[in-house]
């Protein structure tokens, strides 16, 4: 309920940033011809579109707890769009309104206004295309990810000079004002974001406790608040709802890589928190080798895809590969808050020995009513591969009536999650009961 009330609050907040100026500029009552008011309001609206893109994915708690990381980057790229297109609709407008306006376009001749708004257009159509191409360049993708911070920087900056040097909307009072506020917020934003949590905020610094290798490709990382190793123990650690994750970095600095990882431990652990890694790439690799006493530094925590975002008569789990790690969160959570409800766990993996957490699983069934299928799609010497389909989850979850009163949570690999959930629709499971998690930002 606390989580379609912040949702609703959100909506409401960003509809009203996204309105204000061009409602304002109506009230005016300008006597111009039609295509030049439409165009105005185009490119007010495109204005704070733009803001309202920049806003969404600054990693604010509230915002990614209601609607989870990937429903975060679903609405910054739905308003990024909508926002390139009412640019490109203000373009076609100024040209309605009067032909000759084309020689503003001549960059050489025209004045510095219009060379601002060309330049943010084309800088625009550029973070488009680059944001389209995301999936191509996945191995460089901390590499894409600063070039569209510094395209969608030059972006608002280029803007912002194309209104101020036409002069006309911030000569009018109330206009001012709405763009003041929308710039002071944003701001306000962007300086907690990017200063103030990791340069200043004492609490975002955490001391690696151990590094326990997990298997060949996995480790699980220990972490204490900094403060505890200074100044004795009793700081507590992070208050996180179970399921949620943090970005992790390895020095101060917002310059250097950031990725996103899952807290693994309970809740209610209390002095440290737990992540388990599996070693995919070079950042990953390099947290094997941490060691105890070593400085990290979390922004989190975040996310959406939790337990306690829920009620329901039980919880049908379903990970792939290191999906599980949300599952270990909320059933380590559940086991110490005695939870009596029934659960179901389905894990999937290529091999058995890419299981993670077996043993764990094993015993953590004596504390709750918990029932486990593992689906291993390459078991060496099984003449038929297990398949993570409709008729296998048609076996594990409850009968029809009962299937809509569980609630369901699906986490891993792209490919993984939407296949399961086609299956789950096909099964009649209701899409509000689906929570997801895709462990892939790009
Ligand atoms: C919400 C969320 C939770 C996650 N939780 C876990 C977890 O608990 N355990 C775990 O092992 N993994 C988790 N991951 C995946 C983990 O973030 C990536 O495997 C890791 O960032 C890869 O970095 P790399 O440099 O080692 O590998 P690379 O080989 O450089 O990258 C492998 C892939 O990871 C993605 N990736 C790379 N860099 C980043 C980045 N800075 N931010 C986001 N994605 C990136 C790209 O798709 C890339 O193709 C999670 C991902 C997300 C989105």
């Not at 379609?4 to 009230?27: C, K, N």
């Not at 929308?182 to 955490?206: H, T």
Request: charged share 20%.
């Amino acid at each position: 309920m606390r989580r379609h009330l912040a949702a609703t609050a959100w909506a409401v907040a960003f509809v009203a940033a996204f309105t204000a100026p061009a409602l304002l500029t109506l009230r005016s009552g300008e006597d111009s011809a039609l295509a030049s008011q439409l165009a105005v309001q185009a490119g007010l609206l495109a204005t704070s579109a733009l803001v309202c893109a920049v806003a969404v994915p600054s990693r604010l708690r509230s915002l990614t707890r209601a609607l989870g990381i990937d429903g975060v980057l679903g609405v910054h790229r739905w308003i990024g769009m909508l926002a390139a297109l009412l640019v490109l609709a203000h373009v076609v407008l100024v040209l309605a309104a009067n032909p000759a306006n084309i020689a503003l376009l001549d960059v050489r001749h025209a004045p510095r206004p219009a060379n601002a708004g060309v330049a943010a257009t084309v800088t625009l159509v550029a973070l488009v295309g680059l944001a389209v191409l995301r999936r191509r360049v996945r191995h460089h993708y901390e590499l894409w990810r600063w070039v569209h911070l510094a395209l969608a920087g030059s972006v608002l900056v280029l803007s912002a000079l194309h209104i101020w040097w036409l002069g006309d909307l911030v000569h009018d009072p109330a206009v001012r004002t709405a763009f003041g506020l929308q710039a002071a917020v944003l701001l306000a934003v962007l300086g907690y974001r990017w200063v103030w949590r990791p340069v200043f905020d004492p609490r975002s610094e955490y001391t690696v406790r151990t590094v326990r290798p997990k298997s060949e490709t996995a480790s699980t990382l220990v972490l204490e608040p900094r403060r505890s190793s200074r100044h004795g123990a009793g700081h507590p650690t992070l208050t996180f709802a179970p399921g949620q994750f943090a970005w992790l970095r390895l020095r101060r600095s917002t310059a250097t890589g950031e990725h996103p990882f899952t807290i693994t431990s309970s809740a209610h652990l209390g002095l440290w928190v737990e992540f388990t890694i599996r070693h995919a790439g070079d950042f990953t690799r390099t947290l094997a080798g941490l060691r105890s006493g070593d400085s990290v530094w979390l922004d989190g925590p975040h996310g959406g895809f939790t337990v306690d975002n829920v009620r329901s008569t039980g919880l049908v789990m379903i990970a792939g590969g290191v999906g599980i790690t949300p599952m270990m969160s909320m059933l380590r959570t559940l086991a110490h808050r005695a939870d009596r409800r029934q659960h179901r766990l389905v894990v999937a993996a290529r091999t058995h020995e890419e299981l993670m957490f077996r043993d764990e699983l094993e015993s953590l069934q004596s504390a709750l009513d918990l029932r486990i299928v593992e689906v291993i799609s390459r078991a060496r010497g099984a003449a038929v591969p297990d398949q993570l389909d409709e008729a296998l989850l048609a076996r594990v979850l409850p009968g029809r009536y009962r299937r809509n009163k569980f609630d369901y949570f699906v986490c891993g690999p792209p490919g993984m999650v939407t296949d399961v959930v086609t299956a789950l629709d096909a099964l009649d499971v209701r899409t509000s009961r689906i929570h997801t998690e895709q462990f892939d930002l790009v």
